[in-house]
């Protein structure tokens, strides 16, 4: 089972953490789990066997035949086996993404193509940037625990560099 990526901790913050250490803690701990997902999740949507992984929407069998006759002229890549992938140009514009970090989230940002909408314009037509950011059960308790980890690294760093001047 798959879903669209909400990943949420609810984590306190440490009496002994200023408010400005806190927000670079979150800010550096969302960033790398963004990153970690840009870098090994969002690939694997371009692969076979993604459609089973991340429960995409069936394909019409006229669909799966034109694109395989895309595939023979040409125009379309892998012979028109993978789902998300017609001519490449969304498997390469994912591969330019950039992160942006946030104290409260990380974010991925990449030019989607014109037939990739975040709102599908009729119910006929697959939701494909829902099925290319989707994450399943072990994917997300793996970004969980990054984002966990993170947290935990950025505190014990916080107290490794507080100093104390006696004097």
């Avoid at 306190?12 to 990153?35: L, S, Y």
């Avoid at 690939?43 to 995409?56: C, D, E, I, R």
């Avoid at 006229?62 to 789902?83: Q, Y």
């Avoid at 009729?122 to 308790?141: G, L």
Wanted: proline fraction near 6%; hydrophobic fraction near 35%.
């Amino acid at each position: 089972m798959s879903f669209p990526i909400t990943i949420k901790i609810r984590t306190e913050q440490p009496p002994d953490v200023t408010v400005r250490g806190w927000r670079d803690i979150t800010k550096t701990a969302h960033r790398d789990q963004a990153d970690h997902w840009r870098k090994r999740m969002l690939p694997t949507h371009f692969q076979s066997g993604a459609a089973s992984k991340y429960g995409y929407r069936p394909r019409k069998a006229s669909t799966i035949a034109r694109k395989r006759r895309d595939a023979a002229r040409g125009l379309a890549v892998a012979g028109g086996r993978l789902i998300l992938v017609w001519s490449g140009n969304f498997r390469a514009s994912s591969k330019h993404a950039t992160v942006r970090a946030y104290p409260t989230r990380g974010r991925v940002d990449f030019n989607a193509p014109a037939y990739a909408p975040i709102r599908q314009r009729t119910n006929r037509q697959p939701p494909i940037a829902d099925e290319a950011t989707r994450v399943n059960q072990s994917e997300a308790k793996a970004l969980t625990d990054l984002l966990e980890s993170g947290v935990v690294r950025g505190i014990a760093r916080n107290r490794e560099t507080r100093t104390e001047t006696l004097s």
